[in-house]
């Protein structure tokens, strides 16, 4: 169990549609950083916050958005749903602002958009 | 920009052989280098890394070995056990990649009993 914990575990939903996927960091952990696990796209780093502030930008479309809360949580907003947004989306903390410290990944939420 | 090649799977093994997963890299300076993990089901786990030339990370008996004149991280392990079924990425951060860590397509090992 890595303490980093991702709700909802499966989201099945329609294009079209939106939804919000949560992440709590592991106690302590400044730092929360989004994934997107597909089998076309391989794994891709989307975002990460650091107490609160965007810190870095990765292949993140413009349908998607993200924040972390004063509580250090962080919550991936994805809109305007299509087939091909349908992944393994994985949210993960550590200590430090830069990458190099080491990540701690959640379970994942699949998102099945049909 | 920054890349990370790694060799095509399923690679499938017998218990107790040797493994290697071959892991090259471009990037442009000194990147850090890693091997992550995922079990079935589960998130990445970080299973070794190495920070300059030369350094050889390892644990869990997986070692690899950061080759500047390769730009090679190979992932080996001398004797395999069915546990060690799993998905190996290897991943790197650089100066190009900023905070941005760059992950190959992800290896699928398989060991039989």
């Known amino acids: 169990d890595s303490g980093v914990t991702q709700t909802p575990k499966h989201l099945i939903t329609a294009t079209g549609q939106r939804v919000t996927l949560r992440c709590s960091p592991r106690s302590g952990d400044l730092s929360v950083y989004w994934y997107q696990q597909s089998l076309d796209q391989g794994l891709q780093f989307l975002i990460q916050?650091?107490?609160?502030?965007?810190?870095a930008k990765g292949n993140i479309l413009e349908r998607f958005s993200a924040q972390q809360f004063p509580d250090l949580h962080s919550e991936l907003n994805l809109s305007s749903l299509e087939l091909g947004d349908s992944a393994l989306y994985f949210c993960?903390?550590?200590?430090?602002?830069?990458?190099?410290?080491?990540?701690?990944f959640g379970p994942g939420t699949r998102l099945t958009v049909l | 920009g920054d890349s990370v090649t790694q060799m095509e799977g399923p690679v499938t093994l017998s218990e107790e052989a040797f493994l290697t997963i071959n892991c090259t890299y471009t990037?442009?300076?000194?990147?850090?280098l890693f091997w992550y993990v995922q079990y079935p089901g589960e998130g990445l786990q970080l299973l070794l890394k190495a920070t300059k030339a030369d350094d050889k990370g390892s644990n869990k008996g997986f070692e690899a070995t950061y080759r500047k004149e390769t730009t090679s991280f190979h992932l080996e392990k001398g004797s395999v056990q069915v546990s060690d079924s799993a998905v190996y990425f290897c991943?790197?951060?650089?100066?190009?990649?900023?905070?941005?860590?760059?992950f190959g397509s992800g290896t699928r090992l398989s060991i039989r009993p």
């Open positions: 916050y650091y107490n609160g502030e965007e810190r």
């Open positions: 993960a903390s550590s200590g430090g602002a830069g990458a190099y410290n080491e990540q701690f």
């Open positions: 990037a442009t300076g000194y990147p850090s």
């Open positions: 991943a790197l951060i650089g100066y190009s990649s900023a905070s941005k860590i760059i």
